[in-house]
């Protein structure tokens, strides 16, 4: 009878540790490693864009790098407010980012209500790099060279038009910064998307269009459409852009204006995972495949730490809150 009850308490025992293990391998502690599924990167603007181009190159290698697919979701609308709010009110947990630009930066400047905070809901992860706009012409359009594109503006105003991928974005800001600065009247034609706004450019539609490097290098070099000048204060060291003027120096002393391009996470994401992200991200920059794609665009990688990119966009929003005032631009 003792015997038996021995066997009852050992069997108790056994089965109570049993127990303790399938609790502790359900719990967080034994949990899979990130990233377990697949994550989903959100890019605020229509496929064909410099965005979408940026974000879907870097994501196969991240996908190699991770063992996870990267899933590549386009939400234009309210320029980039569509795409960023969707980040907003994801779960924070690294399975989803949005890819950022200048945009990001001057919404809080160009509108009065956002759906979501600027200072508390979103994580820097990292600036992948900067680039030039570069102002381009349909290969038809009577001007050769940006001063003679600035001389016909200053002549004829309220009659040229130029073309921008949404209000609020680089190509926006940098044709109302020349207008500010030059005493002109281009007119603004935004769209919903680079490509849709390039395909108007190379057909005569709009005149003009301060674009992102990175999305009319392929139609400059398919003879689609010609290069005037570059937007940043110095001439650009990529081969297909080095031989272009900058702005500054074809007649408007002072212009600088630029593209970025950043991922974040929703605020609150582990910094292990962010740290995680980051590395991938920046593996994927540096790799040769990426810098093929992209630095021949006039893209330079920055690649850097979450810290510098938050550094970066503050530093970004207040000089544009700058131009967004004097020049009163206004969202569409």
């Known amino acids: 009878m003792l015997s038996k009850l021995v066997n009852v308490k050992s069997l108790k025992c056994i089965a109570g540790t049993l127990l303790c293990a399938m609790v502790l391998s359900m719990s967080p502690i034994a949990k899979a490693a990130y990233p377990d599924?697949?994550?989903?990167?959100?890019?605020?603007?229509?496929?064909?864009?410099?965005?979408?181009?940026?974000?879907?190159?870097?994501?196969?290698?991240?996908?190699?790098?991770?063992?996870?697919?990267?899933?590549?979701?386009?939400k234009p609308g309210g320029s980039t407010v569509v795409g960023t709010e969707a980040?907003?009110?994801?779960?924070?947990?690294?399975?989803?980012?949005?890819?950022?630009?200048?945009?990001?930066?001057?919404?809080?400047?160009?509108?009065?209500?956002?759906?979501?905070?600027?200072?508390?809901?979103?994580?820097?992860?990292?600036?992948?790099?900067?680039?030039?706009?570069?102002?381009?012409?349909?290969?038809?359009?009577?001007?050769?060279?940006?001063?003679?594109?600035?001389?016909?503006?200053?002549?004829?105003?309220?009659?040229?038009?130029?073309?921008?991928?949404?209000?609020?974005?680089?190509?926006?800001l940098a044709g109302e910064l020349f207008n500010s600065m030059t005493g002109t009247k281009l007119i603004h034609v935004p769209?919903?998307?680079?490509?849709?706004?390039?395909?108007?450019?190379?057909?005569?539609?709009?005149?003009?269009?301060?674009?992102?490097?990175?999305?009319?290098?392929?139609?400059?070099?398919?003879?689609?459409?010609?290069?005037l000048a570059v937007t940043t204060p110095a001439r650009s060291p990529s081969p297909q852009l080095s031989m272009l003027p900058t702005v500054a120096e074809s007649g408007v002393p002072g212009y600088s204006a630029g593209s970025w391009y950043g991922y974040f996470a929703p605020a609150g994401t582990p910094s292990d995972v962010i740290n995680k992200l980051n590395a991938s991200i920046k593996k994927a920059a540096q790799s040769s495949a990426f810098k093929a794609r992209v630095e021949g665009e006039g893209l330079v990688i920055r690649a850097g730490t979450p810290e510098d990119f938050g550094k970066f966009v503050k530093a970004e929003e207040l000089r544009w809150r700058t131009v967004v005032k004097d020049a009163n631009i206004s969202a569409d």
Do not use: C
């Not at 990175?214 to 139609?219: D, I, K, N, P, Y």
């Open 37 to 74: 599924r697949p994550i989903k990167v959100i890019v605020p603007f229509a496929p064909g864009g410099g965005t979408d181009l940026v974000a879907r190159t870097l994501g196969v290698a991240m996908a190699e790098d991770l063992r996870q697919p990267i899933v590549i979701e386009n």
């Open 87 to 172: 980040l907003a009110k994801s779960p924070a947990d690294g399975y989803t980012l949005v890819v950022a630009t200048l945009a990001h930066a001057v919404n809080p400047s160009l509108k009065a209500k956002l759906p979501y905070s600027q200072d508390k809901d979103f994580a820097p992860v990292i600036l992948v790099g900067v680039s030039p706009n570069v102002v381009v012409v349909s290969a038809n359009s009577p001007y050769k060279t940006f001063s003679e594109f600035l001389a016909a503006a200053k002549a004829n105003p309220g009659k040229l038009s130029y073309a921008s991928q949404g209000g609020g974005t680089s190509a926006h």
């Open 191 to 227: 769209y919903k998307g680079a490509g849709p706004a390039l395909t108007d450019v190379i057909g005569g539609q709009v005149d003009v269009m301060f674009a992102t490097a990175s999305a009319v290098g392929s139609l400059v070099d398919g003879g689609k459409l010609r290069a």
